[in-house]
């Protein structure tokens, strides 16, 4: 594990200094020093902190109680037990406690994600739908160009599938997706390439701020100068998903929500993560045109 060689050299470092002292640790205690004193090497070497001085781990052994006398007269008692292992008795299982550690914290954050997904989809909205838009004509383009108005917090996904024919000679093909606030400034944006490739499909979300008044789409971008198009656009999408911090504490008010949340929690506690949720609801939208 990374970072566990400075723990070794911690060791190397104490047994070169040792001298008697009045205590001996036991194993489990050591182990569990040596677990937090890879915690301060994480957080100094993760904060950029070049603080090579032992007296960093003064706090550590102060909290069980120890010095770091305490701490040399110990590992130096290890060269005289025949049997022991400052490796074996002290590191590995420090080893063993971080990684259980990491596994659980991972687990939380799994879950956590688990009822974002499940709020966000359980509170989704379709906005805008298009089953077929065919584009033959020049005056067909403007069928490309949708606007989405008085739009909220949260973010919006656009996804579509379309197939330009190779009749299409109008380089480049580019979608165009944009919010916009109510002067018709820009806050975000996303130009996905379209390629003729046969059927594909493009998906992109956008986050809007409270500024934001209008998602301007734009399915194909094309040249003011433009000769006869070709592009059939089918499948057309526009979700909205409020913003986390509503959707979870909306979905924890509501009887669907106590009921995942019970299973979630339960889940913390149980080895086993398969079938820890009720089956998710259809949360479709109806057309809006």
């Known amino acids: 594990m990374a970072g566990m060689k400075k723990l070794?050299?911690?060791?190397?470092?104490?047994?070169?200094?040792?001298?008697?002292?009045p205590k001996i640790i036991p194993d489990r205690e050591m182990a569990m020093i040596f677990h937090d004193i890879y915690l301060v090497n994480t957080y100094v070497?993760?904060?950029?902190?070049?603080?090579?001085?032992?007296?960093?781990?003064?706090?550590?052994?102060a909290s069980y109680g120890y010095t770091s006398e305490d701490i040399q007269y110990t590992i130096g008692n290890f060269a005289k037990r025949k049997s022991a292992s400052i490796a074996d008795d002290?590191?590995?299982?420090?080893?063993?406690?971080?990684?259980?550690?990491?596994?659980?914290?991972n687990r939380r954050i799994r879950i956590a994600d688990t009822v974002r997904l499940i709020a966000r989809d359980k509170f989704a909205r379709q906005v805008y739908c298009d089953s077929l838009i065919r584009v033959r004509r020049t005056g067909d383009t403007s069928r490309l160009r949708i606007t989405i108005p008085d739009i909220r917090p949260g973010s919006y996904n656009i996804s579509f599938g379309y197939l330009i024919d190779s009749l299409d000679r109008n380089l480049p093909f580019r979608a165009d997706f944009r919010l916009l606030d109510a002067d018709g400034r820009q806050s975000n944006s996303s130009s996905p390439r379209l390629?003729?490739?046969?059927?594909?499909?493009?998906?992109?979300?956008?986050t809007t701020t409270g500024n934001d008044r209008r998602l301007v789409i734009v399915l194909n971008s094309y040249p003011k100068n433009l000769?006869?198009?070709?592009?059939?656009i089918d499948s057309l999408r526009v979700t909205y998903y409020l913003p986390d911090d509503v959707a979870v504490p909306k979905l924890a008010r509501s009887s669907y929500g106590g009921g995942v949340l019970d299973s979630l929690?339960?889940?913390?506690s149980e080895p086993n993560e398969t079938h820890l949720?009720?089956?998710?609801?259809?949360?479709?939208?109806?057309?809006?045109?």
């Open 8 to 21: 070794v050299a911690f060791a190397a470092a104490m047994l070169l200094g040792a001298c008697t002292g």
């Open 45 to 61: 070497g993760n904060n950029g902190l070049n603080l090579d001085s032992l007296n960093i781990y003064e706090p550590v052994f």
């Open 90 to 105: 002290v590191v590995e299982p420090a080893i063993q406690m971080l990684l259980s550690e990491s596994h659980a914290y």
């Open 195 to 206: 390629n003729r490739e046969g059927h594909s499909t493009v998906s992109a979300s956008l």
């Open 227 to 232: 000769s006869t198009p070709n592009i059939t």
């Open 265 to 268: 929690l339960t889940a913390l």
């Open 277 to 289: 949720l009720p089956p998710l609801v259809d949360t479709t939208g109806t057309r809006i045109r």
